[in-house]
């Protein structure tokens, strides 16, 4: 009988989603590298919306949404392929960095994201990095010498983060706007694209720093019936 695999960690961690794949830092994160040539899309889809696109490769798929509505990709990357190829590329699997959780949990997120997204782009898809970050832990060096939440992204290339429903609160928009300067500072990155919203009060001290490319979350995008 075939066990089914349960979680991206089975199997002696998958070792097949890594094979060809550099790694950077003392964890060895996998790396997605600097495309080619940046493109920056149309816009951007949640995966479990994916269907709803006319346009398919004008569109790039993103990872917004609660982690169990991706967690088929994280658990077999390898099904999403041929389908993945039809769209314009991927965003890297947004996973969860609760700052309330273990570090060792945080960390083991961002090796989540870069692992499929190193996996997709080694397979053809066009890859622009999500950089999550949790607690002070993951956007510092206080704890490690290295900034655990930007390994395995190269420096001055195109990158994804998230405004949406991350910014509810104060604390929020401090550890936000605390590790969105971390990550100019470290990854100088020459597009980033935002899904979500832009106040000014995070965002206005770094519009200088690089180009921000700002997208609608799909709730507002629907309900103005833009697609």
Known sequence: MNKKRKAILDDGCCPELVSGAE?????EIPIIKKPEKIIIPKMIVPFSERNKVKDRKQAIIGFYEMDPQFASVLISPKDFIDEFKSYGGV???????YRDATLSAQITNVYRNRVVGSFFQRK???VIPQIRWGSAETYTTSQFPEKIAFLGVEKKSIVAIGTYGCIKHAVDKYHFKAGLEAMLEELEPDVV???GSMPDSIFGDYLHSTRFVQYD???KIMHGGDR
Do not use: A, E, N, R
């Not at 965003?91 to 960095?97: F, N, V």
């Open 23 to 27: 790694f950077d830092g003392i964890f």
């Open 91 to 97: 965003i890297s699997p947004d996973c969860s960095l």
């Open 124 to 126: 053809g898809i066009y």
């Open 193 to 195: 694209l935002v899904y």
């Open 217 to 219: 979350d799909w709730t």
